[in-house]
């Protein structure tokens, strides 16, 4: 009775009441009695108010506390503490709700549906503090509900950058296996190359057709382009595991021909502390099996250290093995002949042992490996001569050449080792060419008759073994030897020898009790064996998600979610649609003011009739990744030698950005579309004076170059101001992307019927934008004449690599006759041999989508110690992705790349510092690159930076009133 008034009495509302039935339940708890069944009702005293505090820090606190109570009865008040809290104002609190949500499902699984509920709401939640704790309990509770990630898939992949890093790594595991679900396989064009099975009927045309078909049947899902495009800025991030997470999701999910991405952002994570070391490196070990190409860039990276711990070194090892190949094998063997040396006897086993993969993977170096290990069976350690022996015995196996020689010097070493593998992989190599040792063979098994009873049990196996061989092609001097070993095995105290001496005794030794198989009994002992596979221990685990535990112990570990394989036929795609006016709220920067009026709509009017669909997919893709794609190029700058001035090429480009935008002047990606531009306005006669000083500027400035620093921002608000003056077209003109510099490789043109690329712009750029009007024209910026052409040239083919032929290519800075948007490259080719070198021409070309190559004519021959120089023209889509061809002769073809210098992307331009300085108060900024430059203290004048910021840029000097700055 005593305790139902305490139950009664702290459902008070006032504190003073409540104060005395807690003292007598403490007075309870002090006499001993049992007070659990109060346990609840003080629980919900105490943490209610708490809960319930003004104070965001509290309210999250007093939740924490209550969900690490771990006593079943509070379960109905701890969820309806959590239900509070996810709808409370503070993003803090609707964290600690998300990791609530964890807890209560271990501690009470029954109550999942209702916290199914509760996800479901957090997941539309738009604040980056909630989405990587809310997407953990997803993961946590029901994994398997792809159904509640549909709506919020764009947002997340748009929040994504902004995230806390634990966050994304949690969302992009998650990204991963909802991408494996939701989008048809992207390496459905290369398997279809790779595809060798063919119709008997089918002639190779009707195959090549076949083929053509399957590559052009795939089209990417612009929400798996938006995925893969927002997750690829965080491979710069400072958090291994963001790092790694963002890797594994390329790695999966990714076209083939895009992964090639992470390899150095992987390579960068070896300065790591030895723990993510060895997490990376098994990572890269399984990846460098599949596809070598990606690391071979970064051999020397896998080099071991003398400070590596031994699984460190262990692993680069297998790395090294997976990358070797006929080009570097030599390079390698040399490293490997260091390893071997080592103090370190674990690693220096490992390295016979990868000596020996390498001689079985590249038939070329075989016998060199093989003398080498032959040598190193005279060395001092016995560690390293028993791991000799056993490679050198998987060789031999292999190789059906006979090896006498080699076998005898072994066979000498059986007085001297005493490691038992090695001492059963010599008598098994002697016992298998018994005939042809036929002098060394009885020899070995007379002494080790002598030494039976004293070997290891692997030794007496093979003792027997060679017993038997030789019983059957040498009975005359070895029948009274092995009838004395097979007594000695016949009561030997290891179970398997003696079940082993009696099976050989009854099939060599002939009596009336032998059965049918004594006849078989030299073919069963002598049989070709089989040779042994000497494959890496990384080889099974692909099957396993990369950078998971259950990767790392190559076992399915507790937990661990498999990915599942590609559809074969994407589901409907139109599940994650959103409104678009949802969007336009959503999406608005934070800390920005909304400029646009009332009545102004996010898209044009010819957008909004389109379906909903095709707005939110591209508009969320775009605005969500330009700020991380823009911080990767500024990242990635840091590493190249083809960096602009700071201070030149961040103001000069970003000009040249904006005057491009206010109509003044051409863009070398965008002259044919400019014009075509011009002629709409002019035919619609609204933008007379506009397209006028447009085209003007367009004749002037076509065939010259172009800055590359251009923001993705700043070219789609070109298109909309554009499109404004356009309206009536547009229904019949489907968009096409913009490219710029900050694009790379993911501008691939992307065509389904459910969305189409639209401009996507957050309202209050917009509202920045309505004050451009593209009819003022200016006519004090105009493009100039280079300043300066540097005379660098860059190895295009060295002479060794090109077997004689040397290639170097430059950048002459002039205009390319072959076409507006393509930058003039000139190649100067060298003849070092003493003969002719005919038909060299330009073979097969690798280009990323989008850009273009005129190649030079074919020259019918070079003589010896000829040269010539020749002009291309390439179309790099302003940006600084690798041209790969092949530069071919008569007989050879050689793969070649160009990668353009940043600065040779620009064009120069002249104005007035009044101009400079409006034009560059107008910019948004997000588009910068720097370089050092470095001068002594006393020549660092005017004309030496100058001198030093056009070497590596073109660009044009704007005159400035202050001495210590420069424009």
């Not at 080792?417 to 036929?438: D, H, K, Q």
Request: aromatic fraction near 6%; charge should be negative.
């Amino acid at each position: 009775k005593k305790k139902e008034n305490c139950k009664m009495l702290l459902k008070e509302v006032k504190d003073d009441t409540r104060i005395d039935p807690l003292r007598e339940i403490v007075g309870m708890i002090a006499k001993g009695k049992n007070a659990s069944e109060l346990f609840p009702a003080v629980v919900k005293n105490v943490a209610s108010k708490n809960i319930e505090d003004p104070n965001q820090l509290i309210r999250a606190s007093a939740l924490r506390v209550l969900s690490s109570i771990r006593v079943p009865i509070i379960v109905p008040i701890m969820m309806l503490a959590i239900k509070e809290a996810s709808a409370d104002l503070s993003p803090y609190v609707r964290k600690n709700a998300a990791h609530a949500i964890q807890k209560l499902y271990s501690l009470d699984p029954e109550q999942k549906e209702m916290l199914i509920e509760i996800i479901e709401k957090l997941l539309k939640d738009k604040s980056t503090l909630v989405a990587g704790s809310v997407v953990m309990a997803f993961e946590e509770v029901c994994p398997d509900r792809i159904d509640l990630i549909h709506k919020n898939y764009r947002k997340l992949c748009n929040l994504l950058v902004d995230v806390e890093e634990w966050g994304q790594v949690v969302i992009i595991h998650m990204l991963t296996r909802y991408a494996r679900t939701q989008f048809v396989s992207p390496w459905k064009e290369d398997d279809g190359l790779e595809d060798n099975e063919k119709d008997f009927y089918d002639s190779d045309e009707e195959q090549k057709e076949k083929s053509d078909k399957r590559k052009k049947a795939y089209t990417m899902d612009p929400d798996h382009r938006l995925l893969i495009r927002n997750t690829k800025p965080l491979l710069q991030s400072r958090n291994a595991a963001v790092v790694m997470a963002v890797a594994q999701l390329y790695w999966h999910i990714a076209p083939k021909s895009e992964v090639g991405i992470i390899s150095k952002p992987l390579v960068r994570l070896l300065r790591s502390n030895r723990e993510v070391q060895y997490i990376v490196l098994q990572n890269i070990a399984t990846m460098s099996i599949q596809r070598k190409g990606m690391f071979e860039p970064y051999l020397k990276s896998f080099y071991v250290r003398s400070t590596d711990p031994t699984m460190i070194k262990i692993l680069k090892l297998e790395i090294l093995t997976n990358l070797a190949n006929e080009a570097n094998i030599s390079t390698l063997l040399r490293e490997f002949q260091t390893y071997v040396k080592s103090q370190d006897k674990q690693f220096a086993a490992a390295t016979i042992q990868t000596i020996g993969r390498c001689a079985t993977n590249i038939s070329e170096v075989t016998d060199t490996c093989l003398n080498g290990l032959v040598c190193l069976l005279s060395n001092r350690d016995e560690i390293v001569v028993a791991e000799s022996v056993v490679v050198i015995k998987k060789l031999l196996q292999m190789q059906p050449i006979q090896h006498g020689e080699i076998i005898k010097h072994m066979a000498k070493l059986l007085d001297s080792i005493t490691v038992p593998v090695a001492r059963a992989s010599i008598l098994w190599l002697i016992g298998e060419n018994c005939e042809r040792v036929p002098i060394i063979a009885p020899d070995v098994l007379r002494k080790m008759a002598k030494s039976f009873t004293s070997e290891d049990d692997l030794v007496k196996l093979q003792i027997l073994n060679l017993g038997a061989k030789l019983y059957l092609t040498n009975s005359r001097q070895t029948k009274l030897l092995t009838q004395y070993i097979l007594n000695l095995g016949k009561y030997d105290q290891n179970y398997d020898i003696r079940d082993r001496t009696r099976f050989i005794r009854q099939l060599i030794v002939p009596n009336e009790k032998s059965g049918a198989l004594s006849k078989y009994a030299k073919k069963i002992f002598l049989a070709q064996k089989p040779a042994p596979l000497l494959e890496s221990p990384f080889k099974d685990r692909d099957h396993f998600q990369l950078g998971t535990l259950s990767h790392t112990l190559n076992t399915k570990a507790t937990g661990y979610l498999e990915l599942s394989n590609w559809p074969e036929v994407a589901p409907d795609p139109s599940v994650r649609n959103v409104e678009v006016i949802e969007l336009a709220k959503e999406w608005t920067p934070a800390g920005k003011a909304k400029k646009e009026k009332p009545d102004k709509k996010f898209y044009s009017e010819s957008e909004e009739e389109e379906d909903s669909s095709e707005s939110s997919s591209d508009s969320e893709s775009e605005s969500g990744s330009e700020s991380g794609e823009q911080d990767e190029e500024g990242d990635s700058s840091e590493d190249s030698s083809e960096d602009s001035s700071e201070h030149q090429s961040e103001s000069g480009s970003e000009s040249e950005a904006e005057n491009k935008r206010a109509g003044q002047k051409s863009s070398r990606t965008k002259g044919k579309r400019d014009s075509e531009d011009v002629d709409k306005e002019n035919e619609n006669s609204k933008t007379s004076d506009s397209s006028d000083a447009e085209s003007s500027s367009i004749e002037g400035s076509s065939s010259g170059s172009e800055s590359e620093s251009v923001s993705e921002s700043e070219s789609e608000s070109r298109k909309v101001t554009k499109e404004k003056g356009k309206k009536p077209k547009q229904d019949g003109n489907p968009l096409t992307k913009d490219v710029s510099l900050l694009d790379l490789d993911d501008f691939n043109p992307v065509s389904t019927p459910v969305a189409l690329p639209v401009p996507a712009l957050s309202p209050s750029l917009i509202a920045d934008l309505e004050g451009l009007n593209l009819s003022a024209s200016s006519s004090v910026i105009s493009v100039s004449t280079p300043v300066f052409v540097p005379m660098t040239t860059h190895v295009l083919l060295h002479r060794m690599s090109g077997k004689g032929l040397a290639a170097h290519y430059s950048f002459p800075r002039q205009p390319c006759i072959f076409g507006d948007k393509m930058v003039s490259v000139q190649i100067t080719l060298n003849n070092t041999t003493d003969r002719k070198i005919e038909n060299i021409h330009i073979g097969e070309k690798k280009l990323p989508m989008g850009m273009q190559m005129h190649v030079f004519n074919p020259i019918g021959s070079l003589e010896p110690g000829g040269s010539i120089t020749v002009s291309m023209g390439i179309d790099f889509c302003d940006s600084t992705q690798t041209a790969s061809f092949q530069l071919c002769t008569k007989d050879d073809c050689f793969s070649v790349n160009i990668q353009p210098p940043v600065g040779e992307l620009l064009l120069p331009v002249a104005m007035s510092e009044k101009d400079f300085k409006k034009e560059q108060g107008r910019l948004t900024g997000m588009n910068e690159t720097s370089t050092l430059i470095i001068a002594a203290p006393q020549n660092f004048t005017s004309s030496v930076i100058l001198q030093k910021v056009v070497n590596v840029a073109n660009l044009g000097v704007v005159p400035s009133g202050q001495d210590n700055v420069h424009r």
